[in-house]
């Protein structure tokens, strides 16, 4: 059975389940002078990024309705991307889109539930599934994200051509992702925003 991988907004702090409290994250700003140049760069690395998040959600929690927006993650078709239960923000507004990026949108089947996966073909594109393969205008594409088994191997072929204003989407869970191979490419009006960050569990962070 198919499972959709579904995204919701997301409250503005996150609890820890099982009334545990996580250890809180600590950061030394300063540089110790004697630390080899490789650990300082780490540290910056990490700052920066968490810089970034907090823009994201600052974006997120008070200009939700226009810019960004919290977005809880439920399902299992993104793994190993995602996982239920993390956080991401996304996007909503001065936005491109392009192959591979993961986008939230309405989905066709019930418009009241929001659906996240990655964006595979484009507007204007033939594309063919078969054998757990990807092809592109007749090329394989590379797909070190996705994650399959032996079950897409008994699949039909699905083989579509994308109109100007179509998006084609998949799950990086191929085997369990109720994605386009089903209900076909997604309009583009029907897209939401696009994911830019994961906040949430904090050892998680990361861009996109």
């Known amino acids: 059975m198919l ?12 609890e820890p389940s099982s009334g545990q409290v996580d ?7 300063k540089d110790d002078p004697g630390a080899p140049a490789a650990s300082r760069k780490d540290k910056n690395g990490v700052i920066e990024a968490l810089v970034l998040v907090l823009i994201a959600l600052v974006l997120a929690l008070t200009l ?17 991307t995602f996982e239920s239960g993390q956080r991401v923000v996304v996007l909503k ?8 990026d993961i986008v939230v949108f309405s989905s066709s089947e019930d418009p009241a539930k929001d659906l996240i996966k990655r964006v595979i073909g484009l507007p204007g594109e033939r594309i063919k599934v078969a ?4 092809f592109i205008n007749g090329r394989r594409l590379e797909e070190v994200y996705a994650r399959h088994d032996e079950r897409e191997l008994r699949d039909g072929p699905v083989e579509t051509r994308i109109r100007d204003d179509e998006y084609f989407v998949l799950g990086d869970n191929r ?3 109720h994605d386009s191979r ?19 569990p904090p050892e998680s962070l990361s861009s996109y």
Do not use: H
Request: aromatic share 12%; net charge negative; proline share 9%.
């Open 93 to 100: 507004a001065f936005y491109s889109i392009g192959r591979g």
């Open 175 to 177: 085997p369990d992702s």
């Open 23 to 29: 250890d809180a994250l600590f950061l030394d700003t």
């Open 3 to 14: 499972e959709e991988e579904e995204a919701r907004p997301a409250s503005p702090d996150p």
């Open 131 to 134: 054998g757990g393969n990807v």
């Open 64 to 80: 939700k309705t226009y810019v960004a927006e919290a977005y809880e993650i439920k399902g299992k078709s993104m793994q190993m």
């Open 182 to 200: 089903s209900f076909g490419p997604i309009p583009a009006a029907s897209i939401k925003g696009k994911v830019v960050v994961r906040w949430w």
